[in-house]
């Protein structure tokens, strides 16, 4: 009886040894199940995250990429209407149509005009400085001098280009009074002629006869506008070159401005380079860039003390230089 006895509890023994390691069993499987779940969860959940994040960067460009098509990368709208002599921009009390021989909307104040544009003329580079100056400083003095010295016959004043400061959009902007854009700036390399309203053409139209001297951009912008027997175009992009077109243009000019000369021509645009060359190959503050300004500075000298009273003289940079 007794080994019968002692059996039973034996037996039950296994059993629940048996249940309970199965019992420990499924609650490592649960566990192991709930850690995967839950790994699963945190995997997912941080791939969700990662997901909304690159949505919200994306986003983020594609707004950008909006904003800048719409306000950076503006589009020019080109209007067919030309200006006109007899029809004047303001209305204005006892105003009387003017003829192009006599000037158009209000009299002539010259008979002749010479528009100088020097590529990448800064303003601080025509104003003295005197505080431990740059190389840039203090070398083409004459157009301050001038200013301060005969204040009713000249001025002197900055202006700020707008972007994007490639010389052909300077050239729209400067001629056609609109803005320049970035959607067409590759077009500095290859530049189609200005069809709108501009005041080359509107010069040509009075029969002006026109004279261009150096950068040859102007005859991609205005082709057949000048004089083909006073005009000689100098190519424009070698920039290692700081002497070849300047000097052609001076070559050319001087002689034209002799009293036996003024005859043959009513505006004369000319285009120096050798600054902004200069400022490609050295930068602003560089002994290269001094000397050009000095020799730029002798040049206006000689313009200055042979031009007549009846013809203006304009002297400006179509952009800047960093």
Same mark, same amino acid.
């Given at each position: ?79 067919? #209407? ?6 004047? *921009?303001?209305?204005?009390?006892? !105003? /009387?149509?003017?003829?192009? +021989?006599? &000037? ?50 000249? #001025? ?6 707008? *972007?994007?400061?490639?010389?052909? !959009? /300077?050239?729209?902007?400067? +001629?056609? &009074? ?145």
């Amino acid at each position: 009886m007794s080994a019968g006895k002692d059996a039973a509890p034996t037996e039950y023994q296994r059993i629940a040894e048996e249940l309970a390691s199965s019992n420990t069993h499924k609650a490592q499987e649960d566990s192991v199940e709930a850690a995967n779940k839950l790994r699963q969860r945190q995997f997912k959940a941080s791939h969700a995250i990662i997901i909304i994040f690159f949505l919200w960067i994306f986003c983020l460009h594609a707004l950008g990429i909006y904003f800048f098509t719409k306000g950076f990368l503006l589009t020019r709208l080109v209007l067919d #209407f030309k200006s006109e002599c007899a029809v004047s *921009p303001l209305e204005l009390p006892h !105003q /009387r149509p003017e003829s192009s +021989t006599n &000037g158009c909307w209000h009299p002539k104040t010259f008979d002749r005009a010479v528009v100088v544009i020097v590529d990448a003329l800064r303003y601080d580079f025509t104003v003295p400085f005197d505080d431990r100056p740059h190389h840039f400083h203090n070398a083409l003095r004459v157009l301050h001098e001038t200013a301060i010295e005969q204040p009713y016959n000249a #001025f002197l004043l900055p202006f700020i280009a707008d *972007p994007p400061t490639t010389t052909l !959009q /300077r050239l729209k902007g400067l +001629t056609t &009074g609109t803005l320049p854009t970035f959607i067409d700036a590759g077009s500095n390399f290859a530049g189609t002629a200005i069809e709108e309203d501009n005041l080359v053409a509107q010069l040509r139209d009075a029969g002006k006869n026109l004279v261009h001297l150096g950068d040859d951009t102007w005859h991609s912008l205005f082709p057949g506008y000048f004089d083909a027997n006073l005009t000689h175009a100098y190519d424009s992009f070698n920039v290692w070159d700081l002497h070849t077109v300047d000097n052609g243009v001076t070559e050319h000019l001087l002689p034209l401005l002799d009293s036996s000369n003024t005859s043959r021509w009513d505006v004369i645009f000319g285009h120096y380079l050798g600054v902004d060359h200069a400022g490609h190959r050295y930068g602003p503050d560089h002994p290269a860039m001094a000397a050009k300004l000095k020799e730029m500075d002798g040049v206006f000298r000689q313009i200055i003390s042979v031009l007549d009273e009846e013809t203006l003289l304009v002297v400006m940079g179509d952009h800047g230089m960093d």
